[in-house]
């Protein structure tokens, strides 16, 4: 489904990568529980500029990292790259505001969370 009736992968599915990229970052390095935990992050905002095509199946590098990290709010830069080429295909960025799953209110970046995202951060 990655690929569109051009050939290449189609805009919408940069965001399910870019998605991909953070919570399989936060979900390894962090312990996010996706599934139990008391605290969810949801994108309250996203952007990607498209700079070459992609096509599956190639291989896709991606980088991440931290340009603003608040009190309930994370900012992230995601770059996506061709196997083996230096200049990105597509880059944006993915706010997450971190809730409390049960109310549904923004609270505080839990600190296994924290922790995992301060190596990333470029605004500090």
Same mark, same amino acid.
């Given at each position: 489904?990655? +690929?569109? *009736?051009? =050939?290449?992968?189609?805009? /919408? ?7 991909? *990229? ?5 979900? %390894? ?9 008391? /605290?969810? =992050?949801?994108? *309250? ?20 990292? /931290?340009?603003?990290? =608040? +009190? ?26 971190? /809730?409390?799953?049960?109310? =549904? ?6 600190? +296994? ?7 990333? %951060?470029?605004?500090?």
């Amino acid at each position: 489904m990655d +690929n569109d *009736v051009y =050939g290449h992968v189609n805009n /919408v599915v940069y965001y399910s990568y870019f998605d991909t *990229v953070i919570n399989a970052y936060l979900i %390894r390095i962090g312990g996010l529980d996706i599934h139990d935990g008391r /605290v969810v =992050g949801f994108c *309250v905002e996203s952007q990607c500029k498209f700079h070459a095509p992609l096509a599956f199946p190639e291989t896709i590098e991606a980088c991440l990292r /931290v340009a603003h990290l =608040g +009190n309930s709010s994370a900012r992230y830069e995601i770059a996506l790259f061709r196997n083996g080429i230096e200049t990105p295909a597509a880059t944006g960025y993915f706010v997450h505001v971190f /809730v409390d799953r049960s109310h =549904g209110k923004p609270t505080a970046i839990p600190s +296994n969370i924290r922790a995992c995202l301060e190596p990333l %951060r470029i605004d500090s």
